[in-house]
Structure formats: C-alpha cells, structure tokens
C-alpha cells in the first residue's frame, strides 16, 4: 500500500536533518506533564545523531490558531528533551527566518536544535508553499515521524517534504505504515475487526473498508445501539445517532452480501446515565427503557472471546463500553485481555482506544498501538495519508 524509503535506506551524516516530529504533548505549569511522545520519538533522534546527521526538529503543540502565543511555546519541550538526551536542546525564537538560520549555521555534525511551534504560523496548516520554502531552507533532507498528523497536508507535514530529497520516514512512522498496513494489505485469516466507541457515523466509514477484508466483525461500545436500533430493537435511552440508521442497516446487509460474519452485542450494562455506580445486566429481549446500555454485557464478552481466540489478525478501534467508568469498563478491559491471550497479531487504533488499553494494564502484550488517533483512522477507512504519500518511494 506504501513502499516508502526509511531512516534503514539513507545515510544522513554530515547533512542537515529536517525532522518532523509530534510533541504535542500536555504541558501543566511550564512543565511536560506526559512526556510518552517523546520518549517515543528517541530511538529516531539518536539515530540520525548518532550518524553524524544536524538534526532540526519540528513539531506542533497545541492550537495557537497562527498567532505567537507563549501558552503553547515548545519551551518546556526542549528542557525535557534536554534531559532525556544529556545535554542541552537549543529552541529557535522563530521556526523561520535569520535567527533559525543563524542557529541552524552553527549546527555541527551530530548536534540537535528544536524549532519552535510551526503553528505559530498561520501558513503552516494552509501548506502555503512560500512558508514550506522557507522551512526547507534550513535543511538537506527531511524525516517525517509525525504519524499523528500524517493525515493533514500542512507545510512541515507534507509541503516540505517535496523540497527535500531525501524525504524518509522516521522509525515511528514506518511501524505505523507497516502494521496498519499489513492489516489491510495481507492480513493473516481469520481476520477480526473489532469497532466500538461513541459514534456510529465515525466509525461506518471504517467499516466500510475492512468489510472487504475481514472475516468477522464486532460491534460494540455506543455505536453498537444505532446498529441494534437499525436491526429493529429496543435500546432504550441508549445513544442512538437516528440519521445514521438507514447507513447502519445498508452497511449491516452489505457485510452479509460480502460472507463477513457481524456480530452484534447481545447483552449489556446498563445504567442511569455514564456516571452511574449502578450496573445492570439485561439480554437484548429485556431491554429497560429507561436505562443506557454503557457497556457490553457478560455473554457478550465471552462470544466475542471466543472468536477472537481463534483469530490470527485483530484490529480494534472503540472501547466497548464506557470505560472511564470503572462501572462500565469491565468489557473493554475483557476484550483487551481476550487480544493479549489470543496470540494473533493485534492492532490497536484510535486515542481513546489507546487510552483503554493503558488503562488495562495489558499494553504492552498488543503487537502495536497506533500513535495516531485521527490518523489511524483515516488509514483504516483507506484513505491515503498526504504526510506519507509525499515521501520518497523505496528504489
Ligand atoms: P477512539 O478514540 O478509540 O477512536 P471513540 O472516540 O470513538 O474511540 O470512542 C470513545 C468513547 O466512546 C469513550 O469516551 C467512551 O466513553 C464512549 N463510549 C463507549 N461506549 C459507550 C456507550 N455505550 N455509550 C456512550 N458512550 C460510549
Ligand atoms: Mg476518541
């Protein structure tokens, strides 16, 4: 699906290195609160410094809406990146322009600066080209590991990366590109793809997509009451987009006409509302009217455990439930452990969904969880990606 050259296919010592990366991170009183993202991004960092490579990086934080704001300076970014490599991480005043260059000159081999925020450009997110130009002034080749941004065509993103030759992708991005793009490109069967979450109407896109591909798919979380409401029950209060109904049940027989098995839950918890510390278990045929179903129920988890046990490939976008709720996150913790015991490859997408499986404690038994929430997605529904499709294609 991609054939992109990587950090493995290039030799950047001596060359100025533009890379894009994504630390947009939280920051709570001038200080990173979580910095995960770059800790993530290290293993690329070193990589082209250990190459000798003068490495300027780049990144977003935040929505500064174009303007210069000190709320979202990459400031606290550079201290902790600072830290994280043992030595000192120069932040340039401006992304652009004489003073960047001036410190980007003094740049000796295997040396690293930090760009500040590019979205303190207004240019930046309108890929203006005059804007990209200057970007790729200060640099002879360029790394993209933003997956998280991948699907927005921005300057350092996308526009730059046609200035630069060679253009590559970071060691991120190519785990990115190769686990979600051998789900869909040559997945080993059975193939089960698991979609919950809130909303029904983002989701019927990426099904659309996988029912092509997939053996079985399950249905749980929020949007699985849309779906159970297009196939004639009673869901009660539960979350029900009504203008997508007539998609969910189109979507329902085309997955049928296509032999993809669908199951849908057959019991759940319901609750008064997402808050509750009450939780009742009701079947499909008993469904109160007056309660919200919040998560899937027992008998659910344990058919759906048993298909997914006998899967070689899993992709799962959307908790089953709401599992911010400790009341209500029993099956999304089930169903993380039902992929970590069932030894196929298991894909995980969607922030949330990435959130939920932290939370399982059961992280790090997943073959990947994708970094990129809106990303990840577009990727599933098989649209091409513009950060990735601007990188140079493998020889
Ligand atoms: P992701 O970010 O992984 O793509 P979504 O954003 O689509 O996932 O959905 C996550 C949200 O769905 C969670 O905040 C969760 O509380 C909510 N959710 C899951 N099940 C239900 C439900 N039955 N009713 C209402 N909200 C739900
Ligand atoms: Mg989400």
Redesign the pocket.
């Known amino acids: 699906m991609y054939n992109k050259m990587t950090l493995n296919d290039v030799n950047l010592g001596g060359k100025r290195v533009l890379c894009r990366v994504d630390f947009n991170v939280p920051i709570a009183d001038g200080q990173v609160s979580d910095d995960s993202r770059i800790v993530a991004a290290l293993k690329t960092v070193q990589h082209i410094l250990q190459q000798g490579g003068k490495l300027i990086l780049a990144s977003h934080l935040g929505r500064p809406k174009g303007k210069v704001d000190a709320k979202y300076t990459l400031a606290p970014v550079a201290r902790r990146l600072g830290e994280l490599l043992g030595r000192e991480v120069p932040l340039t005043p401006d992304c652009i322009g004489p003073e960047a260059q001036k410190m980007v000159d003094a740049l000796k081999n295997g040396d690293v600066l930090l760009l500040e925020n590019v979205r303190f450009h207004p240019e930046e997110e309108l890929n203006d080209p005059a804007f990209s130009r200057e970007l790729a002034k200060l640099a002879d080749a360029y790394v993209n590991d933003a997956f998280g941004t991948a699907h927005r065509a921005h300057a350092s993103t996308e526009g730059v990366a046609h200035l630069l030759n060679p253009a590559v992708a970071g060691f991120l991005m190519e785990d990115e590109i190769r686990y979600l793009g051998q789900a869909l490109t040559e997945p080993a069967h059975p193939f089960v793809a698991i979609l919950?979450?809130?909303?029904a109407k983002?989701?019927i896109p990426v099904i659309h997509n996988l029912i092509k591909k997939v053996d079985t798919l399950l249905i749980g979380?929020?949007m699985?009451?849309t779906f159970l409401k297009a196939e004639g029950l009673e869901v009660g209060r539960?979350?029900v987009q009504e203008d997508q109904l007539e998609l969910a049940r189109d979507l329902l027989a085309e997955s049928r006409a296509q032999n993809v098995t669908v199951l849908l839950p057959e019991d759940h918890l319901t609750g008064s509302d997402?808050e509750s510390s009450e939780a009742h278990a009701y079947d499909n045929s008993a469904f109160p009217q007056d309660e919200?179903?919040?998560?899937i129920g027992p008998k659910t988890v344990k058919r759906y455990a048993e298909v997914i046990a006998k899967a070689q490939t899993v992709v799962w976008?959307?908790?089953?439930?709401?599992?911010?709720n400790a009341t209500f996150a029993e099956g999304t913790f089930a169903i993380a452990k039902a992929l970590a015991d069932s030894g196929a490859v298991t894909i995980i997408?969607?922030?949330?969904?990435?959130a939920a499986v932290k939370r399982s404690g059961l992280e790090d038994r997943m073959t990947h969880i994708s970094t990129g929430?809106g990303a990840s997605?577009e990727f599933l529904e098989g649209k091409k990606l513009p950060g990735i499709q601007a990188l140079n294609d493998k020889m």
């Open positions: 919950g979450g809130a909303k983002d989701k979380g929020g699985a009451y539960s979350l997402p919200m179903g919040l998560d976008n959307g908790p089953m439930g709401v599992f911010e997408g969607g922030g949330d969904s990435m929430g997605l």
